[in-house]
T-cell receptor, first 116, second 112 residues
């Protein structure tokens, strides 16, 4: 029974297209995240939602828009895709919010996005 | 500006020996540290963590040591097993810091 799932696992698309990546967690966690792992393998936070409320919004282009219809789902929509958007995108969830000391996060398997 | 550094991109160790993975951080606001393990084509999985009120935390074969004055932590794996071959990410956060900052990872190969 998958704890954090992402779809699709692979996404190949052309520059200028719009695409979405979906994420769902069945752990009952309050907080969900999107991370980008670039070609240098750094995992960088993009967004974080706590109970459907955006709490972290890093310096990410406006073309990236997260949407959280409920606390178990956090989707990432990307407009006008560019070559530099090629990366692996990880969704994660945790019980943590500002009130918690534990920051253990549970990650999905990742979505490899290739923009051609 | 890398706030969490893992200066060894890779490490090879013989099966049965000790693996020591190192991590340095620069931000004094960090007071909670985590290690994650990642296999290819999978997401990172949580391994072990330590709060800044401790200097050591142990879980089976895995021990994390924290030296706050040096802003340094290390992960010890004893004994190392081939299944431990993976990329290990050091991460840092804190009660006054909303984000978790990840290091670039160290790729560990345990040779049978």
């Amino acid at each position: 029974d998958t704890a954090v799932s992402q779809t699709p696992k692979y996404l190949v698309t052309q520059m200028g297209n719009d695409k979405s990546i979906k994420c769902e967690q069945n752990l009952g966690h309050d907080t969900m995240y999107w991370y980008k792992q670039d070609s240098k393998k750094f995992l960088k936070i993009m967004f974080s939602y706590n109970n459907k409320e955006l709490i972290i919004n890093e310096t990410v282009p406006n073309r990236f828009s997260p949407k959280s219809p409920d606390k178990a789902h956090l989707n990432l929509h990307i407009n006008s895709l560019e070559l530099g958007d090629s990366a692996v995108y990880f969704c994660a969830s945790s019980q943590a919010g500002r009130r918690y000391l534990s920051y253990e996060q549970y990650f999905g398997p990742g979505t490899r996005l290739t923009v051609t | 500006d890398q706030q969490v550094k893992q200066n060894s991109p890779s490490l090879s160790v013989q099966e049965g020996r000790i693996s020591i993975l190192n991590c340095d951080y620069t931000n004094s606001m960090f007071d909670y540290f985590l290690w994650y393990k990642k296999y290819p084509a999978e997401g990172p999985t949580f391994l072990i963590s330590i709060s800044s009120i401790k200097d050591k935390n142990e879980d089976g074969r895995f021990t994390v040591f924290l030296n706050k004055s040096a802003k340094h932590l290390s992960l010890h794996i004893v004994p190392s097993q081939p299944g431990d071959s993976a990329v290990y990410f050091c991460a840092a956060s804190g009660t006054s810091y909303d984000k978790v900052i990840f290091g670039p990872g160290t790729s560990l190969s345990v040779i049978p």
